[in-house]
C-alpha cells in the first residue's frame, strides 16, 4: 500500500536535503530545490505515490536540479571572470582553510553526485545507477575520478583546481 504524501515527505525529508546540500552553493539553495522537488512529487502524486521509491524519484528530481543549478552559476560566473580582471597582487588563500565541502563543491557535477550519493547516502553502485539512469559503469567511473580529484583538491595549498 503506497504512503501519503505527508507521510514521505517526513520521512525523507532530511535524507534528500542532504543529497543537495553538497551539491549547491548554499544550504538556502538546498532547502529551495528539496522544496521544488517535493512540490513536483505533490502534484504527480498520483504517480509517484506508486513507484517502489517516491523518495529516490524525489531525490533524483532534486539533484538533477542542483546540477542545472551548478551548471548556470559556472556560467555565470565564467562569463564574468571574462568581463573583470583580476588583481594579480592579491595574496594566495591559506592552504588551511580548505575543508571537504569545497573541495566536493569544486567537484563536476555528475562526480559530485556520485560521492554523495555513495558516501553519504551509503548507496550502492547498483542503486545510484538505477536512481540516476546512468550505466554502472559510468557511476564507478563518477566515483573513481570525484575521489582522485578530491584527493587532489584536499592536497593543494589554495584547494582551488579550475574545472576539475
Known sequence: MPRSFDDTYYASYRSVLRAVVLLV??????HDLTQEAYAR???RWDVVGELESPEGWVRKVAMNAAI??????RS???AYRKIVTRDEGLPAVDGSSIDVERAIAALKPAQR???VLHYLLDMSVEDIARETGRPTGS???NLARGR???????RTPTG???DV
Open 25 to 30: 552553493p548554499s544550504v538556502e539553495d538546498a
Open 68 to 73: 542545472d543549478l551548478t551548471r548556470r552559476n
Open 41 to 43: 512529487a505533490l502534484e
Open 113 to 115: 553526485q556520485a560521492i
Open 160 to 162: 582551488v583546481v579550475s
Open 76 to 78: 555565470r560566473r565564467s
Open 148 to 154: 582522485a580529484a578530491l584527493a587532489s583538491l584536499l
Open 139 to 141: 557511476v564507478k567511473t
